[in-house]
């Protein structure tokens, strides 16, 4: 039961929340059209196959409550005006045969994933949906970045397929015809990170090419030159079909034994139907959507997405129902004749007005979430249904220890670095080492502070930092749990997390230290630039004695800690500073 409920679930957070169609399609009547009929009397129009027609507007008239349909004919060039009315709808209907071989539609899906909004496309088509697929697959993802080594493995397949071409001069053909797009994208799934092992193995899809190997006699050598040669032919014979967009996070079906075609990418849903008479274009929908799977996590931010645009409104409203709240901190808003405190108190007001939306929201969403995990425990078995969404293994070790990691990296650190100044749990690497800021968010609002040092430091903004040391060793729950751990993103390579330590040795104090920040605090792209006082051994000059210079950095904020994690280290560090100093003796 609890597999088969996944669909509703599917359904409840991703078809349910449509409101409105778009179809782009020349075989359906518009508005536009009809009216200009009668205002120039021209004869009726006849469209082919009107009852199909009629019957897929039906299909969402039918829905509760009633979706709003809307037609446009595709005739528009897509760049320049057929473009303003692909972002209005929450589902499109795509015809892709607009009077060419799909190059028109290819353009239009690329149109609708360039903008904001996530949007469920059904490319609708009258011929097999594989092709459709195809082309709209290839322009969303770039061609392979090959590396000197990639490229030599290539130049040597190359050169074996030529050898063998004096023995047989049907073997190019061979190749090609056992390495072409099936294979190709099975060889470019996100889930086969052992593809050239598969290869090797002769695994589905590469049964063909398997045999091609073993009947040539190159098993003897390690075909994967020869497999890279032939994905570089291939890329080189469909050069204009790929896209130039890298970074897309594009994932699609790999499984084709009919089951629907459909391709995710991280601003849009698509699926591909054939036409025919009696289609239920939303029932196709849904089957793509179970197809494709989506774990709880993202129904979740689903259903909590569509909540947000049902009863958003209702929320806001409630927010701001207190005008003296309201109306005073507009006044205090501008009444301060400093951008940069105006900005900063903005801020604090956008982040509250967030939090008024979500728990306006939260009963309805967590209510979605605990139905999804009761349904899955309804078996009472040992093992979750619908954990295999997830598609990872956390009963193998190493899996099992990086989600540990990432898990804890997640509720610990914002998903980026946030603000535009400096702020409690900005995690900045300084010469190498890694230092957390802790100083109260007031004393590092530029312009928040005049007196003190604050007034004699110039541009210069002081805050004081503790030095975190990386941990490499296996934690016991005792040590994560210590209050005393940070884990942190790391920035060269974003499947790790690194793990840091406040305190270097045990009974040992926080190793802090006073900086001073250019601009106030204020950062660019991550980098500001940091100075503060070290002793040179040398002196300033030569024979001199040591003496304090001042040594400057530029300096990338690395991470940030979430508040309540950055306020617990500002504790553990004002203990050290209230400490006093015990006349016990110990023997």
């Not at 990639?150 to 004096?166: F, M, N, P, Y």
């Not at 470019?188 to 598969?198: G, I």
């Not at 970074?247 to 699926?271: H, Q, S």
């Not at 967030?354 to 899955?376: G, R």
């Amino acid at each position: 039961m609890p597999a088969e409920a996944y669909g509703e679930f599917i359904k409840e957070a991703f078809i349910d929340p449509i409101r409105s169609v778009l179809i782009v399609d020349d075989k359906y009547p518009t508005i536009e059209q009809i009216l200009n009929d009668q205002i120039s009397r021209a004869p009726n129009r006849t469209y082919e196959n009107p009852k199909s027609v009629l019957n897929v507007i039906n299909g969402f008239r039918r829905e509760q409550p009633a979706l709003i349909v809307d037609v446009h004919d595709g005739e528009l060039d897509v760049s320049e005006k057929l473009a303003k009315y692909l972002h209005q709808s929450d589902l499109l209907i795509l015809d892709y045969e607009l009077k060419d071989n799909g190059e028109k539609a290819v353009d239009i899906v690329k149109e609708v994933l360039a903008n904001d909004h996530f949007n469920l496309i059904v490319v609708h088509t009258s011929s097999n949906p594989s092709s459709p697929f195809e082309k709209v697959l290839l322009s969303l993802i770039p061609a392979c970045q090959r590396t000197e080594s990639d490229i030599r493995l290539i130049q040597s397949g190359k050169e074996v397929v030529e050898d063998a071409e004096d023995r047989d001069p049907n073997i190019l053909k061979k190749i090609t015809d056992a390495v072409g797009f099936n294979q190709y994208i099975a060889f470019r799934h996100s889930s086969n990170s052992c593809t050239l092992k598969k290869v090797r193995e002769g695994v589905a899809p590469f049964t063909e090419f398997d045999s091609l190997v073993k009947s040539n006699g190159w098993e003897r050598r390690v075909p994967n030159e020869i497999f890279l040669w032939a994905i570089s032919n291939f890329e080189d014979r469909n050069a204009a079909l790929f896209g130039q967009v890298e970074g897309c996070n594009v994932n699609w079906a790999n499984d084709f034994a009919g089951n629907p075609l459909w391709i995710r990418t991280d601003k849009g849903f698509i699926t591909f139907v054939q036409k025919h008479d009696e289609i239920n274009l939303l029932e196709e929908l849904l089957k793509a959507l179970k197809a494709w799977g989506p774990n709880p996590s993202r129904l979740l931010s689903a259903k909590l997405r569509a909540v947000l645009d049902s009863k958003g409104v209702i929320a806001e409203d409630r927010a701001l129902n207190d005008r003296l709240v309201h109306a005073k901190f507009y006044q205090h808003l501008y009444a301060d004749d400093e951008g940069a405190a105006r900005r900063s108190k903005t801020d604090a007001q956008i982040v509250r007005k967030i939090e008024h939306l979500a728990n306006a929201v939260q009963d309805e969403v967590t209510a979605f979430v605990e139905k999804v995990v009761d349904k899955d425990r309804n078996d009472e078995l040992e093992n979750s249904h619908y954990q295999e969404h997830y598609g990872v293994d956390l009963t193998n070790q190493k899996y099992k220890i990086l989600s540990i990691k990432k898990f804890n990296a997640y509720v610990s650190c914002y998903p980026k670095v946030a603000g535009w100044h400096l702020a409690p749990g900005h995690i900045l690497d300084i010469d190498g080492e890694k230092w957390v800021c802790l100083s109260p968010i007031c004393d590092l609002v530029p312009s928040q502070k005049s007196h003190g040092i604050y007034g004699e430091i110039g541009d210069k903004k002081p805050f004081i930092a503790v030095r975190i040391f990386e941990n490499n060793s296996l934690l016991t729950e005792e040590d994560i749990n210590s209050n005393s751990i940070v884990f942190i993103p790391d920035p060269k390579d974003k499947d790790d997390i690194r793990q840091f330590k406040f305190i270097e040795k045990s009974n040992s104090a926080p190793h802090w230290s006073l900086f001073l920040a250019d601009s106030k605090g204020k950062f660019n792209k991550n980098e500001v630039g940091i100075s503060t006082l070290r002793v040179s051994k040398f002196g300033v000059q030569e024979g001199d004695d040591d003496s304090l210079i001042v040594k400057s950095w530029d300096c990338h904020i690395e991470a940030q800690l979430r508040y309540e994690y950055a306020l617990n280290l500002m504790h553990k560090l004002g203990g050290e500073f209230t400490r006093i100093g015990l006349d016990y003796i110990s023997s």
